[in-house]
């Protein structure tokens, strides 16, 4: 038992030692993370501001002038553009001068004012669909409160609708992005250091030497599992100090809860990266490797688009997929105190990936020590 101890504590100090003993190697595995962290909360953001908006005006009564004036009070838009005809209109979105349009119909105060319907039509750049409905939603939201205001000073009490978000009572973006950012670029550092670890051997000559070391299989592997672990966890232990102190995200659930979901995340993405590592001859094709294996793992995720909206076949794929897990078990730590028995639900599956893809990475580094 001393024996293997031993042998296990050399190989953890030896990868250590390969992955920190280049100052510039550990400036890369450790300030690159944290700048990402910065500039993709600026960079990944679901909110559209600061936009143009063209507004072909065709009525000259009170209240269309009293909705341009809600327009362009709300920060959502940057510049009201003043269109004269509808070839202007459609020259402005043609070029991108504007997201979209709203034309107001030359009827539209003698309507409101007569009680009846009035319509604003509102024309959208269909090439920015997702900037397109959010800022539709915005206009939607600002028709509705002047409508709730002409109500109110009609002395006809307007329908009242209560809204109440939970988990992110103002809907703020942050409290969304950081928790999945947390999984993203975890996944990134995990992936680029677990990927070169028998890639890098093979390239130096060295796996010879580990073929003839009085090692056994699972210690050279468990060795090579410890610097992307540790690397993993010391930036996980950053984000949690930084994201509520700096962005203002609150954590809800358990430290210790957050540390075993990044162990069980950890463990399933490094299973990926030492089988990549573990089929790959060189550093490059390791590179290219983890290259091809993130756009999908980040896609299918539910990071960038909800896996309910995907069909049916990508769905089931996406289910396979460590970081769908890893986001649901984050972001219900952050922001709903995820409670153990439900967080499980999350954990497991993680589990079952990495114990998958290390038996596979295990399978293929004995092939080629044999």
């Not at 909360?41 to 908006?53: I, W």
């Not at 504007?98 to 009680?115: M, Q, T």
């Not at 703020?172 to 992936?191: C, E, K, N, R, T």
């Not at 219900?332 to 497991?348: D, E, I, Q, R, Y």
Request: net charge neutral; proline share 6%.
């Amino acid at each position: 038992m001393s024996g293997t101890r031993t042998r296990l504590l050399a190989m953890i100090v030896k990868e250590l030692w390969a992955v920190l003993r280049d100052p510039r190697g550990r400036i890369i595995l450790f300030v690159p993370p944290l700048l990402q962290l910065v500039l993709f909360s600026a960079a990944a953001t679901l909110e559209v501001k600061n936009v143009s908006l063209g507004i072909y005006n065709q009525d000259q009564g009170v209240a269309a002038t009293e909705f341009l004036q809600q327009l362009g009070g709300s920060p959502n838009f940057r510049h009201l553009v003043t269109l004269n005809s509808p070839d202007e209109v459609r020259a402005a979105i043609d070029s991108q001068k504007v997201i979209g349009a709203v034309v107001i119909d030359p009827e539209f105060s003698r309507d409101l004012a007569g009680g009846r319907p009035a319509h604003i039509q509102a024309i959208f750049d269909g090439r920015r669909s997702n900037a397109a409905q959010i800022v539709s939603g915005y206009l939607t939201q600002i028709a509705s409160s002047a409508g709730a205001a002409l109500d109110a000073s009609r002395a006809s009490p307007p329908t009242a609708v209560a809204v109440t978000n939970w988990f992110n009572p103002n809907l703020d973006y942050l409290w969304f992005i950081m928790p999945a950012l947390v999984v993203q670029i975890g996944a990134i550092s995990a992936l680029s250091v677990s990927a070169q670890a028998v890639a890098r051997e093979r390239e130096l000559g060295s796996f010879e030497q580990l073929m003839v070391a009085p090692l056994r299989t699972w210690e050279i592997l468990v060795g090579k599992l410890v610097p992307p672990f540790a690397v993993g966890m010391v930036n996980a232990t950053i984000y949690l100090a930084v994201i509520p102190l700096v962005f203002g995200v609150p954590f809800t659930g358990s430290i210790p809860l957050f540390y075993l979901t990044m162990v069980c995340g950890l463990y399933s993405l490094v299973g990926l990266g030492l089988l990549i590592s573990s089929v790959t001859k060189t550093q490059q094709q390791a590179f290219l490797g983890q290259f091809a294996a993130l756009p999908p793992l980040v896609l299918l995720s539910g990071f960038t688009s909800p896996i309910d909206n995907m069909p049916g076949w990508l769905q089931v794929i996406a289910e396979a997929n460590p970081l769908t897990h890893f986001n649901v078990a984050m972001e219900g730590l952050f922001l709903k105190a995820m409670p153990v028995a439900t967080l499980l639900n999350s954990l497991w599956p993680l589990l079952l990936i990495g114990s998958m893809a290390l038996g596979i990475a295990v399978r293929e580094f004995r092939a080629r020590m044999e």
